[in-house]
């Protein structure tokens, strides 16, 4: 089983920056791909940016792009989400979570096995 936490979360200005951390606790050998996800208030959750087990492949929202980077060290068990250029739209509850090997639709809620518990990002304008 695998536990993603979530941390890095925080009050940032518009157009300010903040590096959002997950970190995939328990033993597995699984190689599990990771998605971030979030929720801003009174609205569903929405697909972020998704990457692969080897960290080769990514995928981002079209909100996101350009300003949003994923990356994953798989020494560390952790993946990454960049946020640049923040915007006070992007306020939301951020959720890291992990894809099993071999689901194919990386923005559905449905891909994802195991969730992380989120952390608040509030943008500021």
């Known amino acids: 089983q695998v536990q993603p936490v979530e941390s890095g979360g925080g009050l940032v200005q518009t157009g300010g920056s903040l590096r959002l951390s997950c970190t ?25 940016a998704g990457i692969s087990w080897g960290g ?3 995928s981002y929202a079209d909100s996101v792009k350009g300003r949003f980077t994923i990356s994953m ?3 560390k068990d952790t993946v990454y989400l960049q946020m640049n250029r923040l915007k006070h739209e992007d306020t939301a509850v951020y ?3 992990a894809r099993p ?3 194919p639709n990386w923005r559905s ?3 994802y096995k195991y969730w992380g518990q989120g ?6 304008s």
Request: net charge neutral; hydrophobic share 30%.
């Open 56 to 58: 080769s492949v990514t």
């Open 109 to 111: 809620e449905e891909s």
């Open 101 to 103: 090997p071999g689901v």
């Open 24 to 48: 995939k606790s328990g033993r597995t050998s699984t190689p599990y791909g990771m998605g971030w996800f979030r929720q801003a208030a009174g609205k569903e959750r929405e697909f972020v």
């Open 95 to 97: 959720y890291c979570a």
């Open 119 to 124: 952390t608040q990002v509030t943008i500021s």
């Open 73 to 75: 060290d798989n020494a």
